[in-house]
């Protein structure tokens, strides 16, 4: 017999849930769907995105940047904790269009930091975002009981004015979506400015 044993999560994956705490406005909404309008889209693997691809740098969006920009900030004070000075940036931004029966393939995003995701539209009871376990899985045991150490992938409920903030390297994807009306999602990079590493241990890049 052993007592009951504790379990510690090691070197966890930080994904930050969050969301604006106002109403978007009527410019923003009218700016938001132009874009999804015949035209203005690109075509992905299985929705549309906007052509533009710097949506947040945009005259009608630069209230919503400097919240992103706020989040961005904030989830590396709290999970990086840096000891010289570091700012979050965005470098890419894009609208997200997701119809019924359409879906977000299953992808990481390269060139970045920290990556994420402003719900613009979602039914809250139906859309979800799928995170998805990476690396060499050696042993494989069949279990019929889920939970955050033995599961290769975990979903979660999203909504309108949510914000989801994760690792680039993260892989993640949309479900077809089933709800009646259009998902729109509002996705961004980024990257840092300042000092990375440390001098003494000869890893410092400055980044001005």
Do not use: C
């Not at 690109?42 to 919240?67: D, F, H, Q, W």
């Not at 993640?172 to 400015?193: G, M, P, Q, W, Y």
Request: net charge negative; aromatic share 12%.
């Amino acid at each position: 017999m052993i007592r009951e044993p504790n379990f510690e999560l090691l070197f966890p994956t930080p994904v930050m849930f969050s969301e604006i705490s106002r109403e978007f406005t009527k410019e923003e909404l009218a700016y938001i769907n132009s874009h999804g309008k015949e035209g203005m889209t690109n075509r992905n693997v299985g929705n549309v995105t906007s052509n533009n691809n710097y949506i947040l740098e945009e005259p009608e969006m630069v209230a919503l940047k400097e919240v992103v920009t706020k989040a961005l900030n904030e989830y590396i004070k709290r999970v990086y904790k840096p000891k010289y000075p570091a700012e979050a940036y965005i470098t890419q931004s894009w609208l997200n269009y997701t119809a019924k029966g359409e879906f977000h393939h299953k992808h990481e995003h390269p060139n970045s930091f920290i990556s994420g995701v402003l719900y613009i539209h979602t039914d809250s009871t139906k859309d979800k975002i799928t995170f998805h376990r990476s690396g060499y899985k050696q042993l494989q045991l069949a279990t019929d009981t889920f939970d955050i150490y033995n599961s290769d992938s975990w979903w979660f409920n999203v909504k309108t004015g949510g914000l989801v903030l994760f690792p680039s390297s993260l892989t993640h994807h949309v479900e077809d979506v089933v709800a009646d009306e259009t998902r729109i999602s509002l996705a961004f990079n980024s990257f840092i400015k300042g000092t990375l590493g440390d001098n003494r241990s000869l890893t410092e890049f400055k980044n001005a």
